[in-house]
């Protein structure tokens, strides 16, 4: 074991990850060595207590706790670069490619699959499994944004470091847009909006099973821990007053944001067990009394697109990745079709 260690961040190193700065000085700490230390406390920021997402700033010292020692180069070559992939894995992720050029891979995550490792989440997840996404480079693509484990659609990864700075820099600056596809109970009025409402961590567990509690916009600068967050909103289709399909863009990008604001509307995404959307939750009249077999047992939430301007090229880009089979099924079965409705609904209004 190495003693303890404070290390200060380069110029260069600014605006990183704490946990993928931490992983690229120190390759044998696993991300959920990483979230372990930081909520033990024993990795600290210039004396702070930090989360693994905290991004760094140059200057900054970081506080290293001991280390196991890492393995010898020799035995490093003899090894996988992590636990031995399962072939259908390897088919299941690779088959999720929707574009990717040499400085850039998009996927459609499936519905299920965990953006990263964590409390909860076991080891099948997409940073688990990109040594199936190398295509011949040395390094593995790195993740830049998260989707929640249930919701599907266009996720970006980066293939080189400077590609990675560059784009996770433009989802801080909010200069990518990101427009969601969604089923939710009833139908929103007006059937075009802004929602406003802050939110604020409500326990019960931690990343994806954590769940958000909306704040009144009024009270959020007197609730500890609340976070402003705003959401774009459009009714594209509707099956009478029962159910509606939305498009969905979050202006802020906060935990279970589409979720919590949809809920606090009084329109729960359909199958959101967590925010009221389920059928088994809602059994009175209206769409609660059921739309039919399992349409409400699967969140209905999906990344439709994301616009956002190449870090090389500097060509603005989107990208757009179809429904999930699930999801498919419902519009099916509910006479929604994907080509009737405009690529962005908000387009004309702003």
Known sequence: MSGVQTIRVGQDEGEMRLDRWLKKRFPQLSQGAVEKMCRTGQLRVDGGRVKAATRIEPGQEVRVPPLPEPQPAAERAQRPL?????????QMIQAAVLWKDEHIIALNKPPGLPSQGGSGQGSRHVDGL????MFGFKDRPKLV????????????????DRVARALSEAFRSRTTRKIYWAAVAGVPHPRMGT???????????????????????RDIDTTEGAKRATTD?????????????????????????????????????????????SGQENLGDGWGAQLGGEISKKLHLHARSITFDHPITKKRMTLTAALPEHMQRTWKSVGWHENDVPDDPFAEDE
Do not use: F
């Not at 992590?82 to 390897?90: A, H």
């Not at 990109?130 to 996404?133: F, I, Q, V």
């Not at 944004?145 to 080189?160: M, Q």
């Not at 498009?247 to 009221?276: F, N, S």
């Open 145 to 160: 944004h998260r989707l929640d484990k249930d919701t599907s659609g266009v996720l970006l990864l980066a293939r080189t």
């Open 130 to 133: 990109t040594e199936a996404l």
């Open 82 to 90: 992590g636990p031995r992939l399962i072939d259908s894995d390897v």
């Open 195 to 217: 929602i406003r409402y802050g939110l604020v961590k409500g326990g019960g567990g931690r990343g994806d099973n954590e769940k958000m509690i909306a704040v009144h916009p």
């Open 233 to 277: 909103y459009a009714v594209l289709d509707a099956l009478g007053t029962r159910a509606s399909w939305c498009a969905l863009v979050p202006i802020t990008g906060r935990t279970h944001q589409l979720r919590a604001h949809m809920a606090e509307l009084g329109h729960p995404i359909v199958g959101d067990g967590k925010y009221g959307g």
